[in-house]
Nanobody
Framework: QVQLVESGGGLVQAGGSQRLSCQAS????????VGWFRQVPGKEREFVAG????????YYADDVKGRFTISRDNAKSTVYLQMNSLKSDDTAVYYC?????????????????WGKGTLVTVSS
């Protein structure tokens, strides 16, 4: 089993920055991919950014490319999401997600473990 705990959410002004952290514990050696999804009430959870745990490959949703950066610290088993130039549309609950396999893209059905989420509110 793997546990994921997010932190770093909060209120930020439009145009500002926020960094989210996801601390993984447990059988982290079983993980192949880790990423971030987000969800707004009434809408489907959507992919934001992801990376392969032991590779340099990163993946981003089109609307966050150039603004968000995902990175990892293997020694700390932690994944970060640096969010810059935030917009009101980025307001959501952000979930850390991890998978034991990766089939070319990050999908909700491919996630094996979820964190409980952290709320990011961008005020305009």
């Amino acid at each position: 089993q793997v546990q994921l705990v997010e932190s770093g959410g909060g209120l930020v002004q439009a145009g500002g920055s926020q960094r989210l952290s996801c601390q993984a514990s447990g059988r982290t050696d079983s993980l192949y991919a880790v990423g971030w999804f987000r969800q707004v009430p009434g809408k489907e959870r959507e992919f934001v950014a992801g990376l392969l745990w032991s590779h340099r490959m990163t993946y981003y949703a089109d609307d966050v490319k150039g603004r968000f950066t995902i990175s990892r610290d293997n020694a700390k088993s932690t994944v970060y999401l640096q969010m810059n130039s935030l917009k009101s549309d980025d307001t959501a609950v952000y979930y850390c997600a991890a998978s034991r396999e990766f089939r070319g893209r990050f999908t909700i059905s491919g996630v094996d473990y979820w964190g409980k989420g952290t709320l990011v509110t961008v005020s305009s």
